[in-house]
């Protein structure tokens, strides 16, 4: 650091880095700052606001920026929260560096000084310049937290870099784990988007929910690169579906169960392309709720079943197979719904009547399910007559 007439220089060791960034991503850096102060000291939400000479301003209450933090080094008290976005000290120094080449200009206040940038040649080397950082006293030596200062962003770049953030998106919490968080999406047009620790990763336009991702693994954290994009789903498949498997509220496993009526259809969101989510989400269902779980090969007497256009759970009581689902011929999506036919119908019931303890067992929340095990009829020497009293007045 140089001292040259009350003001102070420290050498940021920057040319040119990150040019394809654009301003958006810088302020995405600086409110991602403010957020992690206000998680970590647990003082006032960040305020984002523009001022009367049309300067934007990124301020938080928190302990106030020093110089020491232009530093390039990992974070451990960033890195022990769970509840913070930033970690590696990487993220302040690209910021300055983008707003020095889009000619914005960057004031940060604070309690321990007043911090502006500029272009100088380095100590030794006067044909080398490079990004220092300008350190004065500071106009406020009580201030509280820091107020970052852009000028020369505009509205639409604020809104661009706020975009990237669960904190400031409207996506509506459905549950916690010990992993990260199930959000729904904002719009059924929307895609699904996958957070971590809260910063847009990823966006998945054929997923259920929205994800936030609060525990790293080592193969999400190798993924997680400087610009914190681009991040592939390889990357965190696990973390999702350990989120999922430990989900227990109807808001998710009833969606869940629900989309897999479109299996026939092939119209399946992708979190049920992975087979575990599928049992887990009927599983915790028929732990909640009094259902049925049948697909068209298990209905008895159907011979060419068509795939089901929309299923439905069934209540315990209800017999009958046309309340089961709706069937539509394939590849005729136009066509109305076809309901089930009676003889069907009474042949279900017909089976259940005569081989309760085969078909159907109440499990230990009380619900009654179809047996999907079963690999087909006995040999008929085998199995019992039913006797004509079994059958009552509803012989056919």
Not at 36 to 53: F, N, Q, S
Not at 73 to 102: C, P, T
Not at 228 to 233: I, K, Y
């Amino acid at each position: 650091m140089t001292v040259d007439g009350g003001e102070q220089y420290f050498d940021l060791n920057i040319e040119r880095v990150l040019e394809h960034w654009p301003v958006a991503f810088a302020i995405r850096e600086v409110i991602a700052n403010a957020l992690d102060e206000h998680a970590l000291t647990g003082t006032a939400e960040p305020v984002i606001a523009e001022d009367a000479a049309g300067a934007w301003h990124v301020a938080d209450f928190g302990r106030g920026l020093r110089y020491t933090h232009l530093t390039q080094n990992e974070n451990d008290e960033k890195r022990r929260s769970g509840a913070v976005i930033g970690q590696f000290g990487m993220g302040l120094k690209d910021a300055l560096a983008v707003f020095d080449r889009h000619d914005v200009r960057v004031e940060i206040r604070s309690a321990h000084g007043d911090i502006t940038t500029r272009q100088r040649a380095k100590e030794t080397f006067s044909d080398v310049r490079t990004l220092h950082a300008v350190i004065r006293p500071p106009a406020d030596p009580h201030r509280a937290g820091t107020d970052v200062v852009l000028h020369g962003v505009t509205a639409d770049d604020v809104a661009a870099a706020q975009n990237f953030f669960l904190h400031y998106s409207g996506d509506h919490l459905l549950e916690t784990t010990s992993v990260g968080q199930v959000l729904k999406r904002v719009s059924p047009a929307a895609p699904g988007r996958i957070y971590v620790k809260g910063l847009l990763v990823a966006e998945e336009p054929n997923f259920l929910f929205s994800y936030n991702i609060t525990d790293i693994n080592a193969p999400l954290r190798r993924a997680l690169n400087r610009e914190r994009s681009n991040v592939g789903r390889s990357a965190y498949t696990d973390r999702v579906k350990a989120i999922l498997k430990q989900c227990r509220v109807s808001g998710v496993v009833s969606p869940l169960a629900e989309d897999l009526a479109e299996f026939a259809t092939g119209q399946l969101h992708d979190e049920l392309s992975w087979r575990e989510i599928a049992v887990h989400a009927c599983t915790v269902l028929a732990s909640q709720e009094k259902v049925v779980f049948v697909t068209p090969a298990e209905l008895p007497g159907r011979h060419s079943p068509a795939p089901l256009r929309r299923g439905r759970r069934v209540p315990a009581g209800h017999r009958s197979a046309g309340r089961v689902g709706e069937a539509r011929p394939a590849g005729r999506p136009d066509r109305p719904p076809v309901a089930q036919p009676e003889p069907l119908r009474r042949g279900l019931e017909r089976q259940l009547r005569l081989h309760p303890r085969e078909h159907r067992g109440p499990d230990a929340a009380g619900a009654f399910r179809l047996r999907t095990d079963r690999r087909g009829p006995a040999p008929r020497g085998n199995r019992p007559a039913p006797r004509r009293r079994d059958l009552g007045d509803h012989a056919p």
